[in-house]
Each structure stands twice: as structure tokens, then as C-alpha cells.
């Protein structure tokens, strides 16, 4: 990826999928997708006015793909996904067209999740100390933040920073594949270590840095080496499903992605 140094940039990405099922839950005709079209896109024109983006990419996953290289570690991964809803699925691409029209850019994940590929386009542009806002719930993401990437949860109103994520997990950003290692993500079928939750996990990840240095420490409390010994080989895995891929070819430059320029 190049970058053109004239200006400064502020990269907004989309986690489209994540913005388009939240917007459709609550339609009352969920067969009614010139509703969700026109509500994504009025939610899409308050997003421009409020961040302002010299460049616009949302982002989708691929809806016919299987589960990606994460199901290949963990079998179980996301196994009991809600397959999205039929009219919604029939409509993406007459969503994509609005968007377009908006000048924001689709990008389809095909064979990689969608959030690796924001994972890889955020680290990169703000690794040039440019800025750029996710724009999704998913907290997930907070594993990324830094001094210019932020994370935007549109729907309330609120920044996924490092107080919230102190606040909601009390570990630091940089920690949470370790801490999703310990704990696992039940939304995504990811188990973690069997008696390891929330508490124990922030206890060991302040501790230590990592799973690495806890599980190699003697100065790891015994009640927890007995949960973890047996069981580092999985959090070891849920950590590797936890953590986002920062180093996907994407295939295209900033420049092909500056709004207001179609």
C-alpha cells in the first residue's frame, strides 16, 4: 500500500455487516429492504458529517464462504452462526449500489473474515501516524487500538477506547487475545480454559503480560496452573482465533479509496 504524504488522512472503515444486520433487527418489515437501504444510508450520511473521512471503505464479509482459516484451528468456531436472513441476504447488493452512490467503496472478503481485512487496513494506515475510525460494535476490535486508530460504536453513541475496554474487561487493549484465550467468546463457540472466566483471567493478565509468561512462571497462583497447565494447547488456539490478522494482501491503494472524488 502507498501513501501520498499531501494531506492528512482520516480513514473511516465500515464493518458493513455489522451496521446493516443491527439497522434490519429492528425494521418492522423485515421483507422491507427499501427501508434498511434507506435507513443504513441515512446512518451512513450521519456518519460522514460527524467523522469527516478523507477515505471511505465499507467493509463485508462473504456470506457464502466457509468459516475461514479460524474453523480450520477450532472446529467449532461460530458452528451456530444465525444464517442471515433471507431478504436481507437477497438485498446486499442493492445496499452496496446505495452506498456507492454515497461514494463509499465495498470491499468483499473472500476466503479472509471481514474483520481481518479491517484489522490489516487499520494497522497500516495508522502505523503512518494517519487516523482512522472503525466504525463497528464488534469489541473485537479494541485489540487494535492505538494512539490514532479508534473504534466507534455508532449505535451507542460511545468510544470502544482503553477506559472502556480497562472498564469492561480490566485488561489492557494489547491483552485481549490473551484474555480471550483464558475466558473463550461464547457468541463464537471459542471455549477457553474450562474454570478460567472474566475474573480469573484479569487477575493473570495483570499479573503477567501473557499466557506465555503465566503458564512459564512458578509464581502463578496453583489454583490456577492446575486450570491452565492441562489446558495450554487450547487457550493457546482461542488466543489464535481471538487475535486479528494484520497482514492480508489487499490488492489496492489509499488513494483508490479518497471520498468525494467519484
Known sequence: MTFIHSMSIHLVIIDALNLIRRVHAVQPDPTDIART????????HRILEEAKPTHILAVFDHHLQERGWRAELLPEYKQNRKPMPEPLLNGLNDIQQAWW????DSLLSDGDEADDLVATLAVKVAQHNEKVTIISTDKGYC??????LQIRDYFQHRWLDAPFVEQEFGVKPEQLADYWGLTGISSSQVPGVAGIGPKAAKEILTQFTDIEQAVSSDELAPKYQKKLLPSIEMARICKRVAALKTDIELGFNLQDI???EK
Do not use: D, V
Open 258 to 260: 479518497r471520498f468525494g
Open 37 to 44: 437501504i434507506q435507513t443504513t444510508s441515512r446512518t451512513l
Open 101 to 104: 452512490e454515497l461514494g463509499i
Open 143 to 148: 485489540q487494535l487500538l492505538s494512539p490514532t
